[in-house]
């Protein structure tokens, strides 16, 4: 995480295609760039200055206001980032999105053999393809634009030209604290020493309570923010450096650990690796910002040993999502998250997400399902999933809306042949896996008491039918004690001690699904059978 090093960010990065693609000119670059502007914010712009970026892209600068990354060739898609307002300078943009730049640059020269008709459509519709739907973005959560040297790093350790600059790691936490205005103060303390400036140590119990609005607005050259940054750094054991500041790219849980035991923020902060992540990255990353949560976004390039921490805090309602790279608002806009997941190029980079940085008196924190992975044909009225809100059963004072996603095409929601009953997930139709594959739902719950409502979005994917053996999985918590097995739907099952008798059995409904505890379990091989029709699987377990 040094000042001069970092790693690769949110690339756009669109997967190359054919080298039957061609170059982009600059005309065609303004014309991009224009139309693009136009299709976000509705009003028409003009070309102030255009820099080419080697063959890789342009950067048009459009008056008023305004700016457009468009790549160089169309072969990738043509909006790299962009941003409505402001300018942006190449000799001035931060190091980290200057590192993921010249990735961008290597992954243009690379040319597949994928097809190329899709990317010269989008070049086509380059200014058609955002929507401006009510409801569908999500304004920039971070109202502030610090950045790691003077006058933020006032409280760092060193003097001089040895003065520690913040470090992106402190920045991205409090620039995402600074959307909740919380906590009032910190608690605990850290006692330590970072390499170069001897022993550090603080007792956040004896340091005055934040003023927040003295943070927010940066008064007195930015004291009170200088303060809470200086705290955040404090509290992850900060690596401090004149040229670098920042924690092992391999222990993010020092930033969770932080927000928990000296921020006050609850067990819904939490870390997440895309590698690891079994879900919608894209989706995953969006819940936050419409629950009004910021999220700190970390990027590591192991080859070059190096990382960096950012905000991903805004979402413009088709694909770009809202970057504050925590360098005092430069470079700051809108990039494309969705080929993260598919960008192995240049780079074996490590992604990971802290989620959860909501203060935790907020009503309404989390909408969560039980799964959302289900079989084909299953009758109208099954039950799919469990509904849960703040990781609990919903209350009878809660009521829910569940629609397909906005088409600004047709002004109008898809079909989301799904209802929501008693607390649980039921379909409203058969499903089948090739006419349905993965549907996209929104669910909104409000509380009628006090009118808070949340929208949350899942991916739920109708699969061919499986075998038992291949839909069945079991975990153990070793902790509770408990085992939890799931499988497909109409299973009955029946859990026998390692003498035959029969500890429990029945049929597992309405979820598929069955929980229960090693004390229930006689000592030896107890065997756990499953039947669906003609299918039979049978588990051993031993205590």
Same mark, same amino acid.
């Given at each position: ?8 960010l949110?690339l756009?990065?669109?997967t190359?295609?054919?080298v039957w693609?061609?170059?982009?000119d600059r005309?065609r670059?303004e014309?991009a760039?224009v139309?693009?502007?136009?299709g976000?914010?509705g009003?028409?712009r003009?070309?102030?200055?255009v820099?080419a970026v080697?063959d890789a892209?342009?950067v048009?600068?459009?008056a008023?206001?305004g ?8 072969k990738?898609d043509?909006?790299?980032?962009y941003s409505a307002t402001g300018?942006?300078?190449m000799?001035?943009i ?6 993921m ?9 690379l ?5 190329l008709s899709?990317?010269?459509r989008q070049w086509?519709s ?19 634009k610090?950045?790691?040297p003077?006058?933020?790093n006032k ?6 030209d040895?003065?520690a600059?913040?470090g ?11 959307v909740?205005a919380?906590p009032?103060r ?5 006692k330590y ?9 603080i007792?956040?119990?004896?340091e005055?309570a934040y ?9 007195n050259?930015?004291?009170e923010a200088a ?8 509290s992850?054991?900060?690596g401090?450096?004149?040229d ?6 391999n ?8 927000l928990?035991?000296?921020f006050?923020?609850g067990?819904?902060?939490?870390y997440?690796?895309?590698d690891?992540y079994?879900?919608d990255?894209e ?5 936050e910002?419409?629950?009004g ?15 960096h921490s950012?905000n ?8 770009? @999502? %809202? $970057?504050?790279?925590g360098?005092? #608002?430069?470079? !700051?806009?809108?990039? &494309?998250?969705?080929n +993260?997941?598919d960008?192995?190029?240049y780079?074996?980079d @490590? %992604? $990971?997400?802290?989620?959860?940085? #909501?203060?935790? !008196?907020?009503?309404? &924190?989390?909408?969560? +399902?039980?799964g ?7 009758p ?6 469990t ?5 609990e059963?919903p ?6 809306e569940?629609?397909?996603l906005y ?5 109008s929601?898809?079909?989301a042949?799904?209802?929501?009953e ?5 379909t ?7 006419a ?5 739902v929104?669910?909104?719950v409000t509380d009628n ?5 949340l929208?949350q ?14 839909a ?13 097995l ?8 029946t ?6 008798t029969?500890i429990?059995s ?13 004390s229930?379990?006689?000592d030896g091989?107890n065997?756990l059978?499953?039947r ?5 699987k049978t ?5």
């Amino acid at each position: 995480m040094t000042k001069r090093i970092l790693s690769i960010l949110l690339l756009t990065a669109a997967t190359v295609v054919s080298v039957w693609a061609g170059p982009v000119d600059r005309q065609r670059a303004e014309a991009a760039a224009v139309a693009h502007i136009k299709g976000v914010t509705g009003k028409s712009r003009t070309v102030k200055q255009v820099q080419a970026v080697g063959d890789a892209f342009y950067v048009v600068n459009l008056a008023p206001q305004g700016w457009v990354m468009v790549s160089a060739d169309d072969k990738v898609d043509p909006v790299i980032g962009y941003s409505a307002t402001g300018a942006l300078s190449m000799s001035a943009i931060p190091d980290n999105m200057a590192y993921m730049l010249d990735s961008y640059k290597k992954l243009v020269k690379l040319g597949t053999d994928e097809e190329l008709s899709p990317r010269i459509r989008q070049w086509e519709s380059v200014g058609k393809v955002l929507s401006r739907a009510s409801g569908s973005a999500v304004e920039p959560l971070i109202k502030v634009k610090w950045n790691q040297p003077a006058p933020f790093n006032k409280y760092c350790p060193g003097e001089g030209d040895n003065k520690a600059i913040v470090g992106c790691v402190a920045v991205a936490m409090s620039q995402a604290m600074s959307v909740q205005a919380y906590p009032s103060r910190p608690t605990g303390s850290v006692k330590y020493t970072p390499v170069g400036y001897g022993q550090l140590s603080i007792n956040f119990d004896e340091e005055r309570a934040y003023n927040w609005d003295d943070i927010l607005s940066g008064a007195n050259t930015y004291d009170e923010a200088a303060r809470l940054m200086w705290h955040a750094g404090m509290s992850v054991r900060m690596g401090y450096g004149p040229d670098g500041s920042g924690i092992p790219s391999n222990e993010v849980n020092r930033i969770t650990n932080a927000l928990r035991d000296n921020f006050g923020y609850g067990d819904e902060v939490a870390y997440v690796w895309k590698d690891a992540y079994q879900g919608d990255w894209e989706r995953l990353v969006l819940n936050e910002l419409n629950a009004g949560r910021a999220v700190i976004y970390n990027a590591v390039d192991t080859k070059l040993s190096a990382g960096h921490s950012f905000n991903v805090d805004g979402y413009d309602g088709n694909s770009g @999502y %809202h $970057v504050n790279w925590g360098w005092g #608002g430069n470079g !700051d806009g809108y990039f &494309r998250l969705d080929n +993260l997941r598919d960008s192995p190029y240049y780079f074996d980079d @490590y %992604h $990971v997400i802290v989620i959860g940085i #909501g203060a935790p !008196d907020r009503l309404l &924190r989390s909408i969560g +399902l039980s799964g959302t992975v289900i079989e084909e044909g299953l009758p109208a009225g099954s039950t799919v999933a469990t509904v849960t809100v703040n990781g609990e059963a919903p209350t009878s004072g809660m009521t829910f809306e569940l629609r397909g996603l906005y088409n600004a095409g047709t002004d109008s929601y898809a079909e989301a042949p799904f209802v929501i009953e008693n607390g649980m997930l039921k379909t409203t139709r058969t499903l089948s896996c090739s006419a349905d594959g993965v549907i996209a739902v929104d669910i909104t719950v409000t509380d009628n008491a006090s009118g808070e409502s949340l929208t949350q979005g899942f991916s739920i994917e109708v699969q061919p039918w499986r075998s038992i053996a291949e839909a069945t999985s079991m975990s153990f918590n070793r902790t509770t004690g408990e085992f939890l097995l799931k499988t497909k739907h109409n299973v009955s099952y029946t859990l026998k001690s390692p003498t035959g008798t029969v500890i429990a059995s029945g049929a597992l409904d309405p979820l598929p699904q069955l929980q229960f505890n090693r004390s229930q379990l006689a000592d030896g091989v107890n065997v756990l059978e499953l039947r669906c029709s003609t299918e039979v699987k049978t588990i051993k377990i031993t205590k």
